[in-house]
């Protein structure tokens, strides 16, 4: 387990993203890795659910894969041609209230906490979906839906690291650093 953890956050660090979203056309993975946005939203949706699972373990696995269900229906709907205002504020949004949320240690129960981040994720897929190529939508898909289970799973990692560490508080240093980052996509944008 805590090779995977390592490996996880060693691909987060790695992902060297950028603030905005090119070069993503033909690939689905790289698309949550190329906007800091989506990589720090779905990576505190992985902390949240490791703050959420001190208590309810289950939620390490249902807050992401609310997540996950909820960003297909978002892409479903681009595909489909329905226009879902306010993307780009619902994106920055979720990174700010996922960070504010970890930050306050909110500990809803798991399905007002599935409500949330499935929201959220609407607006995320949306995303994804109306950047696809018109060709090879279905790896498209696959692999942005792989990246996304794969940030979650490096957030639960952090978060698990950092509440071993040193408690709530570095959960919520986790949160805080979420929520900085957002503030700055917010203002570079």
């Known amino acids: 387990m805590n090779r995977t953890i390592c490996l996880a ?3 987060v660090v790695a992902a060297a993203p950028a ?3 090119p070069g993503h056309e033909s690939s689905g ?7 800091i946005d989506h990589l720090l939203a779905m990576v505190g949706v992985g902390v949240w659910a490791s703050l959420l699972a001190v208590r309810r ?6 807050v992401p ?3 996950v269900g909820m960003m297909l229906v978002g892409a479903g709907a681009a595909f489909a041609g329905i226009k879902v205002p306010l993307v780009e504020a619902g994106i920055i949004a979720s990174v700010l209230i996922l960070g504010g949320l970890i930050m306050a240690a909110v500990r809803l129960p798991s399905a007002a906490a599935m409500a949330v981040v499935g929201i959220f994720a609407v607006f995320h897929g949306y ?4 950047e696809a190529p018109v060709t090879g939508t279905g790896l498209y898909i696959l692999g942005f839906v792989a ?3 794969l940030l979650h799973a490096a957030g639960l990692g952090l978060g698990w690291v950092a509440r071993r560490s040193v408690g709530d508080l570095g959960l919520r240093a986790l949160g805080g650093a979420v929520m900085a ?3 700055l996509v917010l203002i570079a944008n």
Do not use: C, E, Q, R
């Not at 790289?30 to 906007?35: L, N, S, W």
């Not at 373990?57 to 249902?62: F, G, Q």
């Open 127 to 130: 995303a994804h979906a109306i």
């Open 147 to 149: 990246a996304t289970v």
């Open 181 to 183: 980052g957002g503030a």
């Open 65 to 67: 894969a609310a997540f």
């Open 29 to 35: 993975f790289a698309h949550p890795f190329t906007g």
């Open 19 to 21: 603030l905005a979203h």
């Open 57 to 62: 373990p289950a939620a390490s696995y249902l």
């Open 9 to 11: 956050s060693l691909l």
